[in-house]
Structures are given as structure tokens and as C-alpha cells.
Antibody, heavy 121, light 107 residues
Framework: QVQLVQSGAEVKKPGASVKVSCKAS????????ISWVRQAPGQGLEWMGW????????NYAQKVQGRVTMTRDTSTSTAYMELRSLRSDDTAVYYC??????????????WGQGTLVTVSS | DIQMTQSPSSLSAYVGDRVTITCRAS??????LNWYQQKPGKAPKLLIY???SLQGGVPSRFSGSGSGTDFTLTISSLQPEDFAAYYC?????????FGQGTRLEIK
């Protein structure tokens, strides 16, 4: 079965960086893209960006463009999301999501368990 | 960016009620619209994709409809396990924006 297992919770100081990992299993990693979605405490869902697991192409949301880098390692079927220059409003649960496509529609079928990143001085 | 607006933001209902949540896109997105359910402390779960296609394993009391800019998620007879937050999301283009969510509570 498809599984996405993320790295553990992080506590960072403002200005620091965080790198969250997402290890995929149960499918051919390079076949599907991975998106990253975050959710601030008590708030809604925010799409941060996407990486092609096939060739590493990326597409980032304007809000985090310049601070975020998404990468992947096909040898370990792992995707990574690094966010730099952290601010307090980056405090959130970060999810990796495997995209699926059917009827020309892309949807988020498989989600990681989430990684809480807390930014606090 | 395409803005997704859900209504209502919160809703109280009884077990057995029929409820409808609406989602409006700021421009036409054809049927590139998905619905998710999220329970506290859990990752979202896909319910509906392509506006009206029921994801496998999702109970048939859930249904979706709409095209263009206006969409609805309907739960035909609320069950205790349906009390959760619901989000629409467009996949017409990037950024893949979500609605602000609808919190469904027990009355």
C-alpha cells in the first residue's frame, strides 16, 4: 500500500532553516509528483509547491518562492522540503502529498502524517 | 491566483440531516475541483475528485456536483463520523488553491 512517512517534529529559531523529509513506499516513486501543503494552527490548507519525482522540476507558490527548495532522491524514494529564513508565521504542520491523476484531474490521494514545525525564539 | 470561497464557514447539524457545502471559484475551472475531509489532528482525506467522482472507499452518502465556478458537496444523511472540516481545492492550475474550509459540528 502507498505510504508517505515524514520526519519528526522540529523546533527552530527565527531566521533558521528546516528540512523535512518524506519517504515514499508502495509505488514507483518516479511516476507521481509530490506536493507540499502546510496548515498553520487552527487555519486552513495552503499549497506550497510541487516537485516532479521523475525529473526534479519544481513549481513553487509565490508566497514562499525564494525561501523554499524542494528536492528528491530517487535512490531512496524520498522527497525533501527545505524552508529558509523561518518566521513565526511559518509555524505549521507540513504535509507531503502524492498526486494522482484521473480524468485529466490532479488530486491529492495520499498524504504523509504531517510534520509540526514550530518557529519560536 | 484562483480564489476559492466556501460557504458556510461553519455549520451545525443533527445526525441524519442532509447538508450542502458550496465552493465558488474566482474564475471558471471546468470540473477541476476536489473535496477533502479533515478530522482534528489528522491529515486530510480525499472524498471527491473531478467535481463529482467519488473516491474509492468513501460512503455513497457523499456526493459532489458543479462545473465552471460553482460547486457543491452534499452529505445525504449525516453520520456521527462526518463531523469534521471540509475543504475544496482547484486543480485547474497552480497554485493549487484551497477554500478556507467549512467546519461541520454536531447540533
Amino acid at each position: 500500500q502507498v505510504q508517505l512517512v515524514q520526519s519528526g517534529a522540529e523546533v527552530k529559531k527565527p531566521g533558521a532553516s528546516v528540512k523535512v523529509s518524506c519517504k515514499a513506499s508502495g509505488y514507483t516513486f518516479t511516476t507521481y509528483g509530490i506536493s507540499w501543503v502546510r496548515q498553520a494552527p487552527g487555519q486552513g490548507l495552503e499549497w506550497m509547491g510541487w516537485i516532479s519525482a521523475y525529473n526534479g522540476n519544481t513549481n513553487y507558490a509565490q508566497k514562499v518562492q525564494g525561501r523554499v527548495t524542494m528536492t528528491r532522491d530517487t535512490s531512496t524514494s524520498t522527497a525533501y522540503m527545505e524552508l529558509r529564513s523561518l518566521r513565526s508565521d511559518d509555524t505549521a504542520v507540513y504535509y507531503c502529498v502524492r498526486e494522482s491523476e484521473e480524468m485529466a484531474t490532479i488530486y491529492f490521494q495520499y498524504w504523509g502524517q504531517g510534520t509540526l514545525v514550530t518557529v519560536s525564539s | 491566483d484562483i480564489q476559492m470561497t466556501q460557504s458556510p464557514s461553519s455549520l451545525s447539524a443533527y445526525v441524519g440531516d442532509r447538508v450542502t457545502i458550496t465552493c465558488r471559484a474566482s474564475q471558471s475551472i471546468a470540473t477541476f475541483l476536489n473535496w477533502y475531509q479533515q478530522k482534528p489532528g489528522k491529515a486530510p482525506k480525499l472524498l471527491i475528485y473531478a467535481a463529482s467522482s467519488l473516491q474509492g472507499g468513501v460512503p455513497s452518502r457523499f456526493s459532489g456536483s458543479g462545473s465552471g465556478t460553482d460547486f457543491t458537496l452534499t452529505i445525504s444523511s449525516l453520520q456521527p463520523e462526518d463531523f469534521a472540516a471540509y475543504y475544496c481545492q482547484q486543480s485547474y492550475n497552480t497554485p493549487r488553491t484551497f477554500g478556507q474550509g467549512t467546519r461541520l459540528e454536531i447540533k
